[in-house]
């Protein structure tokens, strides 16, 4: 029987309302600390640059559209300084081995200093690689990244969109350093497992749980009385669900926290219906039935 061509992260289409992100680039490891607004701004270079992201040109955006709700430029660059210093470590399969391949996010660029001004920027060719040989992918939800507060929660987020299509599986373990390293908690920080878990990964898992189209789980393995591990888990929501996640998105900031702990008012299903943001559960369901390892987002958007 003929096989069936792996799908290529780059035949991937984004939407008005989202963006992709090779997997290669989700599941990375900081070697250089990078902030929130890093993060943010990365994957907005990422989505700009998508149509030819895989070839040796360089791409221009207006820096108007990486400052956010914050009008102050001295971010932007800032972002690009760091991200240009950034060197992450990246898994990869080839010929069936892993190879762990060191490689800058970001490579040569140009900023106009005029506040409406443009930044020139490009890829390094080690990464335009990675990125052309890549076949699993996170569709990230624009407005869902821009409402995250942490930069523990947008990775964990895009660590369930990469993951949130499998059908063979629900969960996955890690490592407890291994875990630290992908939501790129720096060295030293946290280093009890109660302060981590309380302070970092159960307020991202909440965060992640509320504004997401997935309820999230985090749960420590242990060997004897120590935690080592953690199992991930991911649940995909119905349409009552993502009704929740459409109207909270809709909803200020303030506030929020009391939501999350379900001090919340009974929600218009209504609003389910109304959400053109996230997919319907019977709408993903039938989209996994009829095109299994495909991307739902974009078979229910064709």
Request: charge should be positive; charged fraction near 30%; hydrophobic fraction near 40%.
């Amino acid at each position: 029987m003929e096989r069936r061509p792996a799908f290529r992260t780059i035949d991937a289409r984004p939407t008005e309302n989202s963006i992709i992100k090779p997997g290669e680039l989700v599941d990375v490891i900081e070697m250089t600390p990078l902030t929130l607004a890093d993060r943010r701004i990365y994957n907005q270079l990422i989505a700009h640059a998508w149509d030819r992201i895989d070839q040796p040109v360089e791409h221009v955006i207006p820096k108007r559209d990486l400052r956010g709700s914050h009008n102050v430029n001295d971010r932007v660059g800032e972002s690009i300084e760091r991200l240009m210093a950034a060197i992450v470590k990246v898994r990869v399969v080839r010929d069936k081995k892993v190879e762990i391949e060191r490689v800058q996010l970001l490579g040569g660029n140009v900023e106009q200093e005029h506040p409406n001004g443009m930044v020139r920027y490009e890829f390094p060719a080690k990464l335009r690689r990675v990125i052309k040989e890549s076949t699993i992918f996170a569709r990230l939800q624009k407005e869902v990244m821009f409402a995250l507060s942490s930069k523990y929660a947008l990775a964990l987020y895009e660590m369930i969109q990469k993951r949130g299509n499998l059908t063979s599986r629900c969960s996955e373990e890690f490592e407890l350093g291994e875990l630290r390293e992908l939501l790129g908690i720096p060295k030293g920080k946290l280093p009890l497992w109660g302060n981590l878990y309380q302070r970092a990964l159960e307020p991202a898992m909440k965060e992640v749980s509320v504004l997401s189209d997935f309820g999230v789980s985090i749960n420590a393995l242990k060997s004897g009385r120590k935690v080592t591990g953690v199992r991930l888990g991911w649940t995909r929501k119905d349409a009552e669900g993502v009704g929740k996640v459409w109207k909270e998105l809709q909803h200020s900031k303030v506030g929020r926290k009391a939501r999350m702990l379900d001090q919340v008012e009974a929600l218009d299903l209504s609003l389910a219906r109304k959400s053109t943001l996230l997919l319907q559960g019977d709408t993903y369901e039938e989209a996994r039935r009829r095109f299994p390892g495909y991307d739902v987002y974009f078979v229910e958007r064709e």
